[in-house]
């Protein structure tokens, strides 16, 4: 299995039958993963983000929250649980892993990355901060999406805040 051929389906299946506090409309649950995993894609086109890596951390990085509200190491656990699965449910280069891990546990605390796929990772979550009221200044890699290509939601938080 290679990083090209990863089963995402399957994978999220996976992780959404893990235990969870997860309830229907979680702000940080699947409905917020599935979103950051597509504005991730949009911006990807646009960055040159690895899309691999981009799709696995919308997964990845808050699946293993333990509430909704201040916990501080939801994306270290989500970073532990990408890699337990690694080499079982999906496979990923050491490169690209070590760079799912970090944008998995920095993503709530740091703002800016050089680095177009963890940039883009940490700029699919902002995109959707309007969901709990907060709007986010530092998204990183915006300038050029066409705003037709964003959710209403996302289109407001980055070109009418």
């Known amino acids: 299995m290679s990083d ?8 999220w299946q996976m992780v959404l039958a893990l235990p969870s506090h997860r309830f ?3 702000v940080h649950g699947p409905d917020h993963w599935r979103r950051v995993e597509r504005n991730g894609l949009i911006l990807a086109s646009q960055s040159g983000a690895y899309i691999a890596v981009v799709r696995l951390f919308a997964l990845f990085h808050d699946s293993r929250r333990e509430n909704e509200n ?3 190491d939801h994306g270290r656990r989500g970073a532990a649980l990408a890699r337990a699965l690694r080499g079982k449910a999906f496979e990923l280069s050491d490169e690209w892993m070590a ?3 970090y944008a998995c546990v920095w993503h709530t605390d740091l703002h800016h990355h050089e680095d177009a796929t963890i940039a883009t990772c940490w700029d699919a979550d902002r995109l959707d901060l309007g969901r709990v009221g907060m709007l986010d200044r530092a998204v990183t890699k915006i300038g050029a999406i ?8 996302a ?3 980055v070109f009418e805040g």
């Open 146 to 153: 066409d705003r037709r290509s964003l959710s209403p939601m």
């Open 155 to 157: 289109t407001s938080c």
């Open 99 to 101: 760079k799912l891990e």
């Open 24 to 26: 229907p409309g979680s």
């Open 70 to 72: 201040h916990d501080p």
């Open 4 to 11: 090209l051929s990863i089963d995402y389906d399957s994978l």
